[in-house]
């Protein structure tokens, strides 16, 4: 049996759904409320925590749900690098 080391994301906004791929087409960030962003937000990372991802640096969101998510990480599992509030354009991350 072989083990690997976890992978790192280094640019991630885990409260962004990538679904669908179109971004004109995805509902607006933050719409839900932070409650349900966070709960798919969670999913989302335990997503990546099944694919290999130990590591995820989070470049931020509107609505904290990045530092949620780094305070309530289990740091003998996983790792959340949280910067806070994001920089972006107008229009962008939509």
Same mark, same amino acid.
């Given at each position: $049996?072989?083990?690997?080391?976890?992978? !790192?994301?280094?640019?991630?906004?885990? /409260? *962004? @759904?990538?679904? +669908?791929?179109? &971004?004109?087409?995805?509902?607006? +960030?933050?719409?839900?409320?932070?409650?349900?962003?966070?709960?798919?937000?969670?999913?989302? $990372?335990?997503?990546? !925590?099944?694919?290999?991802?130990?590591? #995820?640096? @989070?470049? =931020? @969101? +509107?609505?904290? #749900?990045? *530092?949620? !998510?780094?305070?309530?990480? @289990? &740091?003998?599992?996983?790792? #959340?690098?949280?910067?806070?509030?994001?920089?972006?354009?107008? =229009?962008? /991350?939509?």
């Amino acid at each position: $049996m072989k083990i690997l080391p976890l992978l !790192l994301e280094a640019h991630a906004h885990a /409260y *962004l @759904d990538p679904w +669908p791929l179109e &971004p004109a087409s995805r509902r607006e +960030p933050g719409s839900l409320g932070f409650d349900l962003e966070l709960t798919a937000a969670r999913k989302r $990372m335990e997503g990546a !925590l099944r694919a290999g991802v130990g590591t #995820v640096w @989070d470049l =931020g @969101d +509107p609505l904290g #749900v990045n *530092l949620a !998510l780094a305070s309530e990480a @289990d &740091p003998s599992i996983t790792l #959340v690098k949280a910067s806070g509030a994001g920089f972006h354009r107008a =229009g962008r /991350y939509r």
